[in-house]
């Protein structure tokens, strides 16, 4: 499975954007997609993800301030995020799991390359 990310940029603080991320390979096999993100000398945290059954979870950090959606025929996941803040500059990373395989703290099957948000005036 390979994914690609799209999307990332600069954006004022209490501004928007959207990440996408398509997913292609061995579709079959995919369960649920999302993000993790990370900044410096921190782990890569969870953010948010989408199963196939478009059962969303979101980290606490983001309530409010995310949407997810997902096209299944697509196999893209779109990541809108609003009322950005200064704390959410990081890189952004698509994720996905194999079918029976995601939690969000389990580690993904599999990742794309990572995106860079920044939130700064």
């Known amino acids: 499975v390979q994914l690609q990310a799209y999307g990332g940029g600069e954006v004022q603080p209490g501004g928007s954007l959207r990440l996408s991320c398509a997913a292609s390979?061995?579709?079959?096999?995919?369960?649920?997609l999302g993000w993790h993100r990370q900044t410096a000398g921190k782990q890569r945290e969870w953010v948010a993800s989408?199963?196939?059954?478009?059962?969303?979870n979101y980290a606490d950090s983001l309530k409010g301030r995310i949407t997810r959606s997902r096209d299944n025929i697509k196999n893209t996941v779109t990541l809108q995020m609003s009322s950005l803040k200064p704390e959410d500059t990081a890189v952004y990373y698509c994720?996905?799991?194999?079918?029976?395989?995601?939690?969000?703290?389990?580690?993904?099957?599999?990742w794309g390359r990572g995106t860079l948000v920044t939130v700064s005036s």
């Open positions: 994720h996905a799991y194999n079918v029976g395989d995601y939690h969000p703290s389990r580690a993904p099957d599999y």
């Open positions: 989408i199963t196939r059954g478009e059962n969303r």
């Open positions: 390979g061995r579709i079959g096999s995919v369960g649920a």
